[in-house]
């Protein structure tokens, strides 16, 4: 009996999370930060990257896949980090565990950051285009002002691993320059990249304008639903954290590594998978 109710308060079962990339590894280093004794898988389609210049079709169509292959991992929750992606998910794709995406979270962080309703949001062009960031911003604020601009050239910089670089200063200012004028003072990296050029992007609008990292707004909501016991906490001790690849890539694997290591001691396992 007692082991029958221990169980109903514990999960062991790993946090899924997926995204194009290399950047939703940022959205997986504040989890791993902000939960410690949580299992995690990764998924990177790095085969079929990037996701922002696709189509909404694609894009949903590989959503779906990348979620029936972290499904198959069995996992207690299921994180859509790509805000690309997310404009094409939702809650009810699957039943078996809560799903998130990012966009949510991000759209109401900036709304309780800004003072004076201005905000920017910067993505890709397709989440540019789907408009779900200005949608969710003023649901919360319907007398908000929202700017967007597209920073496809954000996506590969930051793959590349110039996070700060004189090339990525130049096209953050040639992106951005016309969004200083606008008196913005808060900033929603729409893009799970856009964290790891965040010195770049800063540099442009000055240190005092908010800027919204959907990892940081992702792990308080997670944390929410841990508290709310929505999930189930990891309480057997041990900790793993796979990243998993449609495409194998060194470069991902040292600069994922460099990335989480700040954050945790624990020994990544790598693998690459198809999820077609």
């Not at 085969?47 to 029936?68: D, H």
């Amino acid at each position: 009996m007692s082991e029958d109710l221990s169980s109903k308060n514990h999960d062991d079962r790993a946090i899924g999370v997926f995204d194009s990339g290399i950047g939703g590894i940022t959205v997986l280093r504040e989890l791993v930060k902000n939960f410690p004794n949580e299992n995690f898988i990764y998924l990177g389609d790095t085969a079929r990257l990037p996701y922002g210049s696709k189509s909404a079709e694609t894009v949903r169509n590989y959503s779906v896949q990348n979620m029936k292959f972290l499904m198959s991992r069995n996992v207690k929750a299921l994180i859509v980090a790509c805000n690309t992606a997310s404009t094409q998910v939702f809650e009810d794709h699957f039943e078996k565990c809560p799903v998130y995406n990012v966009i949510g979270p991000g759209a109401a962080l900036a709304a309780a950051k800004t003072k004076n309703k201005k905000i920017a949001v910067l993505a890709t062009r397709a989440a540019i285009k789907a408009g779900s960031y200005t949608q969710k911003i003023l649901a919360h604020l319907p007398d908000a002002e929202v700017f967007t601009q597209a920073c496809p050239l954000f996506v590969p910089l930051a793959e590349e691993g110039w996070h700060d670089d004189p090339i990525t200063n130049l096209i953050a200012f040639r992106y951005l320059q016309n969004l200083k004028s606008a008196d913005i003072d808060t900033v929603v990296l729409g893009c799970t990249h856009y964290p790891l050029i965040r010195t770049s992007i800063e540099k442009v609008f000055g240190p005092h304008v908010h800027l919204i990292d959907s990892g940081v707004a992702m792990a308080q909501q997670i944390g929410e639903d841990f508290n709310s016991g929505k999930i189930k906490p990891n309480q057997s001790g041990n900790v793993a954290i796979t990243i998993a690849l449609t495409d194998t890539s060194e470069h991902f694997e040292a600069l994922s590594a460099q990335l989480l290591a700040p954050v945790s001691s624990v020994q990544i396992t790598f693998e690459t998978v198809s999820v077609i």
